[in-house]
């Protein structure tokens, strides 16, 4: 059976590749920090879909975190088919007045982790010359997002990241590809804690978790480098700035997310 190793699998768009994996006959093997929520999902994809859920619990923002999720596959002889590279976060206000802690904890879990555990499991993916990895940008990779700015600035890395790594993989039957959803449904922006004035501006445009899965199952499928979920608003978001100058863009993007 194929085994997908999803990141940030207790809640949201994780949890709902959990879902869809399974329906996909995938094996998994679920990470995040939340013991109870983890063992739900596990119990209830092995319950209702049959197939074998392993639950990892770890924080990735720690340095080592990649290793140590790695070493627990091992220890379980189990070697992902599948990489979905899904935890990630993101605070909302003016950069210099947030906690630099937070954002250094921001850069390891949406880039640091990711490229980390990338590395590793293309080890034995290419030894194998098949697999495919999944990462999780955003709409936001595509211009600079001020009171959001560091959150941005890893979604860009994101995606460049997954777009060059999807050449290099091509020839070795290794699919990869960097997922750009719009805002979704989920926990995300009270995580962010997003002001009520913004989050309800953003809401009129959700997304359910379960078309952002689906729309990224489907373009992995076509073998697709990038794929913007969430249909034809999203596409017209991130094209609309690309004739603009960089400073008129950011100019207006800065407005739309200042509240005071
Ligand atoms: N929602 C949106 O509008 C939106 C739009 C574009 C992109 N995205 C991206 O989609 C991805 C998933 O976000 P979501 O919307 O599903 O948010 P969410 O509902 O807040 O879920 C975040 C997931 O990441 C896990 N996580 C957070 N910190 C972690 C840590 N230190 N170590 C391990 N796991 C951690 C959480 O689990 P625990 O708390 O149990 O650790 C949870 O499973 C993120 O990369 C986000 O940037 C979201």
Known sequence: MAVALI???SAGIGAEFAEQLAQRGYDLVLVARSPDKLQAIADTVSQQRHVKATV??????????AAKVMAQLEQQQLQPDLLVNNAGFGTYGEFADGELSTYLNMIQLNTMVLVDLTY????S??????????????TAAFQPIPYF?????TKTFVL???EALWFECKPHNIKVLGVCPGPTE?????????????????????????AVVSDALQALDKGQSNVVTGGLTNQLLVNAGRFLPREALT?????????Q
Do not use: H, W
Request: with cysteine; aromatic share 10%; hydrophobic share 35%.
């Open 186 to 210: 989920t926990q995300f922006f009270k995580t962010a804690e997003f002001p009520d004035s913004l989050g309800e501006s953003v809401g009129q445009n959700y997304t359910s978790p379960q």
């Open 120 to 123: 590793r499991c293309l080890q």
């Open 7 to 9: 990141t940030g699998a």
């Open 56 to 65: 990892i619990v770890q924080d990735l923002t720690t340095p080592d975190a």
């Open 149 to 153: 700015a560091v959150y941005a600035a």
């Open 251 to 259: 100019g207006a993007v800065g407005r739309m997310f200042k509240t």
């Open 125 to 138: 993916m290419k030894q194998r010359q098949t697999g495919s990895i999944l990462n999780i940008a955003s």
């Open 160 to 162: 460049s990241f997954s």
